[in-house]
């Protein structure tokens, strides 16, 4: 295509417009206005169309003789030498061109090679790290297995121990709430007994207006009411609450409705006045009573604290009723003591609404006559009772006559008096627990607790009685 192209460019046209031309025949004529039909421009010599077609015709400016129809067929001449001339070098450079795409080939093919060594060698040393790994684990799934098995076997013998331990739990569950009810029996029939022959609680109903009457009438009566009436700031009190309900411990009374307030009353009219002739009447004041029951009361709520296994959240000794205590004391001692005898209601399942925060005594006979006495376990405490409690204590009394030991909660063992081994119920104890050891026999479940118990008080409330008796006189 490259050749017809360059053939075709370098034949000389043909067809000429000669609107104004010679004749045909004539090969130059000389006019000076005509243009040549080649180059447009004016020339002297000027060819026909024939000359052209025939290529008949030299160049304007060169002074070469030779023809463009010579000039043509050098050039076709020249253009066969090149033709042969690229066969021949077309044929000496395939085999250049075939070595150089073989080298090539070759080249490549060895790199090929060299990273297929190298992957080789990279797949035999994971292969060698995976072989090695392979045999790590199988010593290891060896080793698994073996303690898989000996899991196994302890899984077994777990699991069998397991079952043997709920059939003992169950067993030793059984025994516990039979024990707790033999305990919670055993416990009923010590506090019955305690109120039975020790600290005994009766109720006092208040006197007929008959009999106030008939009172009035003598002229000791009278003379007696006037010792038990007070003027204490700007209005009279009556000390003696008999016309109210009252409870006795032992022997001592309290007002039903929790008012102690005749205790701080006399104690603030008597301070400092001196004692009377009149020991027994003296005896009989409101401090000495009142403070007597209330020590009864505080010693029995720690026996029974013992009995029924509670924890008192106050720590309240009997022995500081005994004490001369002012007014911010001793309401403390007896919200301690309230709040203690709540404590046991509560864990015994006492119902709410028949507690108040301020009867003393009506709690306690609450807590003797509920049918869950003897219970041990868990218990909820009634927050609003005890709010109650509280905010009646702080609203009678300032933050200043309430400090000191509130927060302490022991049960006060060390104010027991020690009891001399002469007494005839040590000695009878005693003698009866060496015969037990020397004749190999264990004595009976409480016997022992029961005796001591009922020896140390007997001797602990005598102690105290005679105690109060002695500070009187």
Not at 41 to 48: A, E, G, M
Not at 78 to 94: A, G, V, Y
Not at 269 to 274: E, G, I, K
Request: net charge negative.
């Amino acid at each position: 295509m490259a050749t017809s192209s360059s053939e075709d460019s370098s034949l000389a046209p043909t067809d000429f417009d000669l609107s104004e031309s010679t004749d045909d025949n004539l090969c130059a004529i000389s006019v000076a206005v005509e243009r040549c039909p080649l180059c447009f421009t004016t020339r002297r010599p000027i060819y026909c169309h024939i000359c052209v077609g025939n290529g008949d015709f030299t160049h304007s400016k060169l002074q070469s003789s030779q023809r463009y129809s010579d000039k043509q067929q050098s050039w076709c001449v020249m253009k066969q030498e090149r033709l042969k001339l690229l066969e021949r070098f077309n044929k000496e450079i395939q085999g250049h061109n075939l070595r150089d795409r073989k080298q090539t080939e070759i080249r490549c093919l060895r790199e090929k090679l060299q990273c297929l060594k190298s992957a080789v060698d990279e797949r035999k040393n994971k292969l060698t790290e995976g072989k090695a790994r392979l045999k790590e684990l199988e010593e290891q799934n060896q080793i698994r297995s073996a303690k898989t098995r000996k899991y196994k076997e302890k899984i077994q013998r777990i699991t069998k121990y397991m079952r043997q331990t709920e059939n003992h739990v169950e067993k030793y569950t059984e025994r516990f709430h039979e024990m707790r009810e033999q305990i919670g029996l055993l416990s009923c029939a010590h506090i019955n007994d305690l109120v039975t022959y020790i600290f005994p609680i009766e109720e006092i109903q208040p006197k007929g207006q008959g009999e106030q009457d008939s009172m009035q009438m003598s002229t000791v009566s009278a003379l007696a009411e006037a010792r038990r009436t007070s003027y204490i700031k700007g209005r009279w009190i009556y000390l003696d609450n008999g016309g109210e309900l009252q409870y006795s411990i032992v022997e001592p009374t309290l007002p039903g409705n929790g008012d102690y307030s005749p205790y701080t009353i006399w104690l603030t009219a008597n301070r400092d006045s001196v004692p009377s002739a009149d020991g027994e009447l003296d005896q009989r004041n409101p401090h000495h009573t009142i403070g007597a029951a209330l020590a009864f009361t505080a010693q029995f709520t720690q026996i029974l604290s013992y009995l029924l296994d509670v924890n008192l959240p106050k720590k309240v000794q009997f022995g500081d009723f005994c004490k001369e205590l002012s007014e911010g004391q001793f309401e403390r001692l007896v919200f301690h003591l309230n709040h203690n005898i709540l404590q046991l209601c509560f864990s015994q399942n006492v119902d709410s609404d028949a507690l108040h925060y301020k009867h003393t005594v009506h709690n306690l006979l609450t807590l003797l006559k509920t049918a869950h006495l003897g219970r041990n376990g868990y218990f909820d405490v009634n927050p609003e009772l005890m709010q109650s409690l509280e905010e009646n204590v702080q609203s009678e009394y300032s933050d200043d006559d309430l400090t000191s030991d509130e927060d302490e909660t022991d049960f006060g063992i060390n104010e027991w008096e020690p009891v001399p081994t002469s007494l005839p119920e040590a000695e009878f104890v005693m003698s009866r627990t060496q015969d037990m050891l020397v004749s190999g026999t264990s004595p009976p479940a409480g016997s022992l607790l029961t005796q001591s118990t009922a020896g140390g008080l007997m001797a602990s409330v005598a102690s105290l009685w005679r105690a109060a008796t002695r500070s009187d006189k």
